[in-house]
């Protein structure tokens, strides 16, 4: 069992940034994918984000050049580092991680509004 817990939501205006984290619990993170999700009232759940226990990232093509995904496997940490928020980037944002099985973390909620 892997426990998942994110932080660092919030209410930040258009063209701010905030920068989620998300700690996963075990021994193993280093070899845990990490993946960063979200969903907006009435639509899909989405990928935002993910990186791989050997530190390969990718991005969905609507945050590429605003968002930027790393992991501190010493603190058993992902992060989220968003810069140029809009207001379709609001969501609530989950935080995967991937150790034979997915575990999802309750997700943190990040409003872009003036």
């Known amino acids: 069992q892997v426990l998942v817990v994110e932080s660092g939501g919030g209410l930040v205006q258009p063209g701010g940034s905030l920068r989620l984290s998300c700690a996963a619990s075990?021994?193993?993170?280093?070899?845990?994918?990490m993946g960063w999700y979200r969903q907006a009232p009435g639509k899909q759940r989405e990928l935002v984000s993910a990186?791989?226990?050997?530190?390969?990232?990718n991005y969905a093509d609507s945050v590429k050049g605003r968002f930027t995904i790393s992991r501190d496997n010493a603190k058993n940490t992902v992060y989220l580092q968003m810069n140029s928020l809009k207001p379709e980037d609001a969501a609530v944002y989950y935080c995967?991680?991937?150790?034979?099985?997915?575990?999802w973390g309750q997700g943190t909620q990040v409003t872009v509004s003036s």
């Open positions: 075990g021994s193993m993170f280093r070899f845990y994918d």
């Open positions: 990186i791989t226990g050997g530190g390969y990232s």
């Open positions: 995967k991680a991937t150790w034979t099985y997915d575990y």
